[in-house]
């Protein structure tokens, strides 16, 4: 589909600005040059930053004085980093996959079926996307507490099993999409709901459960008060609960030595993963945004 | 057929219609559509439902886990009237929110509109004023606290160079907030793709009806762009003053980790921290939900507010004017 630097949408828009001169767009570009600039800085002070030895953290120099790769070593024996890592990408993927199936089902409930209660109960989804989640976040936790939980990793995806509205909401536009003939082939075909939902529905939406997938790994990778509710050991922790938690044990007003260094490694590697992931599934986040924005 | 369309035409009864959609139930279809249904209406009851009831439930009481629970009725209410950090934390909320909103818009709005006049390197471009959106919130509010340092940080090093010195961004309290504000905007991106392609799909003919009247490029942004992309300015309005009003990663990181719980400026107390902390740090449960309750409220009188007053201000194509 749509290569990188092309932009997604090749409106009216797009095809009158083609026949603009470059002399004409230069000023803009310019511009937007020096905007990238100060927005990409910050992540060339982190790197430069995580590359230096103690002493010359903040002289803020772009291109270190001293290079110290070490610290990329030191960091995985200062901290747990590796655990966290794992449990970050254990609970985030499951998160995600969880999320990603229990959506569509209800999705495509919505979608193709009539049933009573129909409007009454997508209502209910709708409201649920206003709901803000500090009204919830008390009984929930009180849920866990007695299931004697509240001090495990299972809160932090467990509730994925039963969908989320942002995504079911997101999902029922795509599958309201596909031509209902398709579903009644198959039903001629003698396929049970079930099937055809797994073998028509599911691959036809496939860009949907995508976006679904990616955003909530994102939104799961950089969590932080779910993790700071109910994780207790630093065994447990995941990468956002970590940093936070190394913040404190490395800063000198704590009692450490402000090894800013293996803080600022730290940081580059749980933005990696975020950056990759993004460099692969660029198209789907921006499409996922810009199908956001159309309900509107 | 004439008499058969006839009787279709009168409205059935209440007694039928009761009966039908009763009879709705006894069809298989309605059996498979909550069975596909049944994981999320278990999930809703169990974790959204029922948990509503449990806190407007929890809200005139004095639960707290460890001690004997007692009905306080509106007790809690009424202590957040006289809690002097409800107001301040809402204060503060509502100003950072009031500075947040505007600015965000605006920088997307800017950098969207000049992207959308370019067709070289626009991909490129627009893949950077992403890549912050990606970034881990806790790793935001870190590089805030380490480039926002009055002491070293790096943004009043680089403000020294043009002549100015920096104000110390963590501890005057009138910096704060400002502060804050350009730590969220710059995950700009997320917007300003969303208006680069609201821009985008602007009919053509309607530029080119504006220039052929004359109309200079700023009339043409005012009177053709922003009305033709409102719809999504309105939604993104409504979107970041509902994100603004539930901050709680980047401050809770930059000033309430366990190094700065001792100098934490009061000028960064936002409404959710002191909620969360109010829940999970002195577990005063009911109290913590009578102000999940209040937060909720006036995200619903905000956004109501902000409908009603957009009316105006929207335009949807299609619609009458």
Redesign the interface.
């Known amino acids: 589909m749509a ?16 026949g ?1 001169p ?1 002399a004409k ?1 230069l000023p ?2 310019v ?2 040059t020096v ?2 600039v100060l ?2 800085y ?2 060339l ?2 790197l430069s ?1 995580s590359l230096k030895p103690r002493a010359y953290v ?1 002289t ?1 120099r772009l291109v270190p004085e001293r290079w110290r790769f070490y610290n990329y070593v030191e960091i995985w024996h200062a901290a747990p980093f590796l655990r966290w890592f794992w449990n970050s990408m254990y609970i985030d993927v499951l998160a995600a996959l969880t999320v990603t199936f ?2 569509a ?2 999705a ?3 979608a193709y ?4 209660l ?1 409007n009454f ?1 997508f209502g ?2 709708l409201a ?1 996307m ?3 989640s ?10 866990w ?1 007695h299931l004697g939980l509240s001090n495990s990793q299972y809160p932090l995806w467990a ?1 994925n ?3 989320s509205a942002f995504y ?1 909401f997101l999902q029922r536009q795509f599958f309201l999409g596909i031509p209902r003939e398709y579903f009644e082939a198959a039903r001629m075909d003698g396929d049970s ?1 079930f099937t055809m ?1 797994r073998r028509i529905a599911l691959p036809l939406a496939k860009p949907a459960l995508i976006v679904t997938f990616l955003f909530e790994f ?1 939104a799961k ?5 779910t993790p ?2 109910y994780l207790h050991g630093d065994k447990q922790f995941t ?2 609960r970590g ?3 190394l ?3 490395f ?4 009692g ?1 030595n402000g090894d ?1 260094e293996l ?2 490694a730290a ?1 580059v590697l ?2 990696l993963p ?2 990759i ?2 460099a692969f599934g ?1 198209r789907y ?2 499409e996922g ?2 199908l ?2 159309r309900k ?1 | 057929m004439a008499v058969a369309a006839e009787r279709r035409k009168v409205a059935p009864g209440p007694r039928t219609r009761a009966r039908r959609w009763f009879g709705g139930f006894r069809e298989r279809d309605t059996w498979w559509a909550f069975a596909f249904l049944s994981p999320w209406l278990f999930g809703f009851v169990v974790f959204t439902a029922g948990p509503m009831v449990a806190s407007a439930v929890l809200s005139f009481t004095d639960y707290s886990v460890i001690q004997t629970t007692h009905n306080v009725g509106l007790a809690n209410y009424r202590a957040i009237g006289t809690d002097p950090y409800v107001l301040k934390s809402l204060k503060n909320t509502l100003i950072m929110t009031a500075m947040y909103v505007p600015a965000d818009m605006l920088l997307s709005l800017l950098l969207a509109s000049m992207l959308a006049r370019i067709t070289r390197l626009g991909g490129f471009f627009r893949t950077i004023f992403y890549l912050p959106v990606m970034t881990p919130t806790v790793a935001v509010g870190s590089m805030y606290l380490l480039l926002f340092n009055g002491n070293y940080g790096l943004v009043d090093k680089a403000l020294s160079y043009i002549g100015i010195s920096g104000p110390f961004w963590q501890s005057d309290p009138n910096w704060i907030k400002p502060g804050i504000v350009v730590m969220l905007i710059w995950q700009v991106g997320t917007n300003t793709v969303l208006y680069l392609a609201a821009i985008k799909n602007v009919p053509q003919h309607l530029y080119e009806a504006a220039e052929m009247d004359g109309a200079s490029a700023w009339r043409r942004f005012k009177d053709v762009t922003l009305p033709m992309i409102s719809p999504t300015l309105f939604f993104t309005f409504i979107i970041l003053t509902i994100y603004g009003l539930q901050l709680f990663d980047q401050i809770y990181t930059a000033f309430y980790n366990p190094s700065s719980q001792n100098t934490a400026s009061e000028s960064s107390l936002m409404y959710v921290i002191y909620l969360f902390q109010q829940a999970f740090v002195y577990f005063h449960l009911g109290y913590a939900s009578a102000l999940a309750w209040l937060i909720f409220g006036i995200i619903m009188i905000v956004t109501i507010v902000q409908v009603l007053a957009s009316k105006r201000f929207v335009y949807y194509e299609g619609s009458p004017k």
């Open positions: 290569t990188p630097d092309v932009p997604p949408i090749r409106g009216p828009w797009y095809r009158w600005q083609r603009i470059f767009q803009f570009v511009l937007l905007f990238s927005f990409t910050p992540f002070w982190l930053s903040f803020n229990a959506s089902l209800t495509f409930a919505f079926f009539r049933f009573p129909r109960l209910c989804v649920t206003m709901l803000p500090m009204v919830t976040m008390i009984p929930v936790y009180l849920i507490h509730s099993l039963f969908g079911i709901y939902f994102k990778w950089t969590d932080l008060m700071l509710i990468i956002p940093l936070y938690a913040l404190g044990e800063s000198p007003s704590a450490g800013y803080i600022m940081l749980s933005t975020m950056l992931l993004f660029q986040f921006i945004i810009t956001q924005g509107g």
